[in-house]
Each structure stands twice: as structure tokens, then as C-alpha cells.
């Protein structure tokens, strides 16, 4: 090794070495400020959101009190209120468990179903997206300085001095066949003192067009539709647009449970309520009585028998029923039991979309019916069958399964492309111009001297298909699974069923025992009231007495509260809730062109045997779901439940399903609440 080299290496080895101690000062310093950093990064901050609060969580008046007047404003409200009150103010289904604020991810809303239609990487718009036309472009320069050792290979020089240019354009599309055309633009601009040119600057340029069409994997519109194309075995086929739209119907189904689960939660608000407001007068009715049995034993004072002793026990009773009155006025967190008025009317307020308090007291207009109701058995299994959202959405799930599993019998073909390829060729000292031959690219371009094709095909051949039988296997296993849950799922629903009629029959016979109880109570009361005139001592028959009319009459309003909930619970089961309460749930309209692309689609499906390039899912949507069922007036619940036959490509406006029910005495109002799923399919 020189000297020279030696110093070279030298200087390199202190300017690294010096590098390395600037590092470490500089990591000193950082040290030093580090303190101020982690104080700021690891501290709890708010964010800055700039929106409107809830105004009616602003404009609530203080909650009502035990401490407060009595209300002096009334407002009477239905239960059919009540449901299109509570649905017209809630964007966001709410419950009573506080979910809405502890676990907002979980929480169901009216935004869901779009959130689901507009996700930029599995919804319906992104699946369609795949088959947009795209173009690219890109202009590059670049300035070459090189030595080469072989004259023949610099073009006549050991010393080439070059300047390039390339610009390159594309327009492709990939249709629903799989098929891909593109046209394409590459020009080339070199300018080097390579003596071996023709001009010392030159410009190339074709004009490119393409056309490749799967003959056998990735062929045809149903595979494209469903997996979408360049999918991979294996893959979930979440961005075909087929799929992508059972996705969407799944989360509208999703989007129903929740809104039928609302409807029912504020049902029972309504009940909690109105049963809230009878044990209130039941507790006040004893109250008063123990109050004139107090005031009738202190004014025998003086006479024998102990009356001191009864005054007191008298008195106890008071108190104990005051007690009582105070938890079914305000309700008593700590009791499971005891929901109370103020208490209950607030819950329902929560769910209704309403402030904590606006100066009105609601109180329900609804009586709980008392009619024995009767329900046909295998009448409302059929309709709980047909009509049970989480049946219906399991099957969607099943035919998602059974589109993956003929997009990847697909793959289970070679990969054979047909391609096709058309070229036109320029060449000149400048781009653009005229003049002599050669003297522009565009000019020799437009005369057509140069033109180039290819046509031939390409193959691609995995031996063994081992992914493409492993994607097959699962896909199978996936549809023996959903159909298995399935199968479990109605077997749910019909024990759930029997549970909810069984439930309606020792409700009812609760009701009668209960009014029996509280008949024989009031007789028991005038009895003993009878006995006390004549017999002063016998104070605590009357006490006794006035304890049971209050536990009947509460147990007896609490078994008709069950009852009513008991009858919504068939309702629930059998999947008719919202169509009893006369709710609907809507989608917008598609676009005109989305009607027009779905006819086009229908005409071009064929259907051919034991050929996966063509295999199809059959039937995959029996058209809309029919929500409202006829209602009647009628004391026997009667329900009648049709299947009808429907193709995905026929043009019959009758509806899938055909209902016709006939409900026990209930005055429904004729308005219909609509619900927007806001989708845009």
C-alpha cells in the first residue's frame, strides 16, 4: 500500500471516528431534554373536537326529587308514541346497561350499514372499482457518462456520453370476462457521440394496443364477479363485487337486530313505567289506609286493651308503607325490584331520545290487556322460520360460503391466457414536423411503414393444484359449517319459541290467580275492619289485611306487566316485533345505471355443467323481504307463511313471502315508521 492510500484511509478512519463522537454528545444533549419530552408525551390531554353537544343532554331541567312539589303537567303517551318517538331521536340504538358509552365499538347505529356499502377496501364500490380503467404515466430523463472496454459494444466509442429520455403512458380495463385490454404510448429520446448513429439526438416512439383473455382460470363473469380479478386461492373473495354486496346485507341484517332489539328494550321501558305508576297507588292507597287505622286506635285512647301497644303497631305500619311510597315515587337503585316512577320515566326518556326532565311528567295511556291469547303452534314456527333476522342472515352467510366455494373450484383450472398484441412504430430526428423521411417520429408513425403483431397464448401449470385443493377443502369445510350453525340456529329459535308460548299460558293463569288473590284481599280487609268495630282488640287482622291488599295488588299488576311482555316475547321470537309495531326498514334506490348493469348481467349468465369456468350460485336473493305483515282485529292468533318460488332473473313483482296474520284485540296505529339504512344499492 502507497502512502497516498494510506493517508486516504487514514482520514477516512478520523472523520468516522470523529462522527461517532458528535453522536454521542449529541445523545448527551438529547438526554438532558429528554425529562421535558416524556413529560409531555405520556400526559392524559383532551382533544380538540370542534361539535355541537347534545342539546338535549344540555337542555335538561334538574332531575325530580323526593324533595320536590308534585308534577302539576301530565303528558299521556302510548306505546306507538313512545316506539316512533324513540326511534325518530335515536341515531344510535341505546340500551340501559350503559353500553353506548362503555363500549361505543359495539354499539349499533343507523350510520353502520353505509359504513359497511362505503368501505374504501371490502365495500360494494371498492369490488366495482377493480374493473375501472386505469391510466399510469411516467416521464423519466437521465444523463449516462460511462467508459466501456469494447468499441463494438459503445457503439464506436470507449467513452459513450449519452442523454435519455422515456415517457410512458397506459390506458387498461379489465372487463367481467377477466379480459384486460390496454393502450399504450412508450417514445424514447437518445442523444450520445456514439459515431455509430444515424442523427445525433433521435426520437422512438410506438403506439401499443393489448388484448389477454383467460380462456380456462379467471374466466367468466361469475368468477369475476365473485372472487374479482387477480385473486389468489385462498383468498377471501371480499373485493368481488358479489360479495361484497351479500357483505352489506349482512350488516342490514345486523342494522334490523338492533333496531328490533331497541323497540322491544323501550317496550319494556313502557311496561316498567306504567307498572312503576300502580305500585305507586297501590303503596299509597295502604299508606292512607294505615293512616286512618293509626288515627281510629289513637282516638280510642284511654280504653282498655292495650291500645298504646296497638297505636304503635299501627304506626309502624305507617311508616313501613311511607317507606314504600318513597321507593315506588323515586325508584331504588339499590333494589333490583323497585324501578319507581321518577326513576322508570327517566329510563324511558333515555331510551326515547328525550332530556332527563322538560318540566311534563310521561305517564302511559296504554292498559296491559287481560284477554287470553292463543297462539297456533306450527303456524308461528313456520313464520319464526321465515321471518327471524338471524336466520335470514346465517343463510346469507351460507350462500356467501357457497359463491367462495365455485370461485375456488376455479382455480383448480390451469392458467391459460389467449394474448393478442398490435404495434405501430416511429422514427425520427425530431418528435413532431415534416420533411423528408425520418425526420419526425410522428410523421413515419402516421405512414404506416412500421407495424408490428403477436398473437399466442400463455400457460401456467402448478403441478399438483396442491393450493388450489387446499382452497377448495376449506371452502367446503367453511359451507359445512355455516350450514351446521345453521341447523343449530333453528333449533334455538324453536326452543326459544316454545319457551315465549309457554311462557304467554302461566302468565296468563298468573293474572287470574292474582286478580283472585287481590278479590279475596279486599274481602279480607272489609272483614276484619267489620270485626275491629265490634272487637277493639283484633287491631292486627286489620293491619295484616291492609299488608296483603298491597302485595296483591302490586303481584297482580306485575303479573299483568309479564303478561304483556310475555306476548311481545312471541312476537320477538317469531321475528314479527317490528311489523306488529308497524315499522319498516328502507334502503335508497340504486342508481339507474346499477338496474341497467343487473339486466345486462342476467342476460349473459350461462350456466354450463362440470365446467368451472361457468359454474353459477344459482338463486342468490328471493327478493325483498316482506316486513309488515296484515293485521286484524280477532281474539286467536293465526299466522300463514308461503314461500314463494323466485329467480334472480325474473321479472315478477310478487313479493317472496306472503303473510296474512290475524292479532288479538290491539289498537295499532295505521302510520308506518320508516327507518333509512342509508345504502346506496
Known sequence: MDKNNFRVLAAGFIVITAGC??????????????????????????????????????????????????????????????????????????????????????????????????????????????????????????????????????????DINQDLGNFTSELSKTTATGTRFAVRNLTQYDQSNQPGNRFTSGWDTQWEAEARHPLLQGSGVTFNRIAGPNAQPGFNFSNGVMIARINTDISLADFETGVRDFVSRVEDSYWDLYLAYQTLEANIVARDNALKTWQSITAQKGLPGGTAEREARARVQYYAFQDLVHDALNGNPRSGQTVGVYRGERQLRLLMGLPANDGEMIRPADTPTQAKIVFDWYEALDEAMVRRVELRRQKWKIKRSEMELIAARNFRLPRLDAVAQYRMRGFGDQLTGGGPPNSSAFQDLGSGDHQEWQVGFELNVPVGFRQAWAGIRQAELQVNRDRAILREQELIVSHGLGDAVSEVSRAHASVRTNYNRLDAANHRVAAAQEVLKVDRVSVDDVLEAQQEVARAQTRFYEALIQYSIALKNVQLQKGTLLSMRGIRLSEGGWPNKAYGDAKELRNRLRIKANDYRFDSPGVISRGPYAQQAAISGGSHMSTSVSPTENSAASNSSEHPVTQQASLFTVDLQDAVTMIDGSTAR
Open 21 to 158: 463522537n458528535l453522536a454521542q454528545k449529541s445523545t448527551q444533549v438529547a438526554d438532558c431534554e429528554n425529562h421535558n419530552f416524556s413529560a409531555r408525551a405520556t400526559q392524559i390531554e383532551y382533544p380538540d373536537v370542534q361539535l355541537a353537544c347534545h342539546s338535549q343532554g344540555l337542555s335538561t331541567l334538574p332531575p325530580r326529587s323526593l324533595d320536590d312539589a308534585p308534577p302539576e303537567v301530565y303528558r299521556e303517551l302510548t306505546l306507538d308514541e313512545a316506539i316512533q318517538v324513540a326511534l325518530r331521536n335515536s341515531q344510535v340504538m341505546k340500551d340501559l346497561g350503559g353500553s353506548v358509552l362503555n363500549a361505543a365499538d359495539t354499539t349499533s347505529s343507523i350510520y353502520d350499514p353505509a359504513i359497511r356499502e362505503s368501505d374504501p377496501l371490502f365495500g360494494t364500490e371498492a369490488a366495482l372499482s377493480a374493473f375501472d380503467a386505469q391510466f399510469t404515466s411516467g416521464i423519466f430523463w437521465a444523463q449516462n457518462d460511462r467508459a466501456v472496454n469494447n468499441i463494438t459494444l459503445g457503439g464506436g466509442t470507449r
